[in-house]
Nanobody, 124 residues
Framework: QVQLGESGGGLVQAGDSLRLSCAAS????????MGWFRQAPGKEREFVAA????????YYEDSVKGRFSISRDNAKNTVYLQMTSLKPEDTALYYC?????????????????WGQGTQVTVSS
C-alpha cells in the first residue's frame, strides 16, 4: 500500500514557475513508476509526465515538453514536477500517481495509487 500527498500548487501569473512535490509512504518506493496527471474543470484527467523507478527514464506529454521536468529522490520517497513558462491552459488540479511497474507508465488506468491533488492556477 502506498499513500501519496501532493504539495506546492498555487496561483501564479503566466510565465512563472512552480515546483510540485509528492511525498510517498510505504515500502519499496523505488520499485514504483511515478507519474503526474492533471484535470481541468469539465475535462478528463490527462497524462503530464512519468518517470521510472530508478529515475533513469522520463516521458512527457507533448504540450509540456521543454517546460516541465519530472524527477525523483528515492531517499526521500518524493517525486517532483518542476513547471516553468506556465500558461493559463496549464490551470488544473494536479495529481501524482504510483504504478507497480519497472518501466514508463503513461495510462491513467495503469496506475495503482493516487494522491488527492494540488491546485495550480495560472492567470493571464
Amino acid at each position: 500500500q502506498v499513500q501519496l500527498g501532493e504539495s506546492g500548487g498555487g496561483l501564479v501569473q503566466a510565465g512563472d514557475s512552480l515546483r510540485l512535490s509528492c511525498a510517498a509512504s510505504g515500502r519499496a518506493y523505488s520499485s514504483y513508476a511515478m507519474g503526474w496527471f492533471r484535470q481541468a474543470p469539465g475535462k478528463e484527467r490527462e497524462f503530464v509526465a512519468a518517470i521510472t523507478g530508478s529515475g533513469g527514464w522520463t516521458y512527457y506529454e507533448d504540450s509540456v515538453k521543454g517546460r516541465f521536468s519530472i524527477s525523483r529522490d528515492n531517499a526521500k520517497n518524493t517525486v517532483y514536477l518542476q513547471m516553468t513558462s506556465l500558461k493559463p491552459e496549464d490551470t488544473a488540479l494536479y495529481y501524482c500517481a504510483a504504478a507497480r511497474s519497472s518501466g514508463i507508465v503513461a495510462g491513467v488506468f495503469q496506475y495503482d495509487y493516487w494522491g488527492q491533488g494540488t491546485q495550480v492556477t495560472v492567470s493571464s
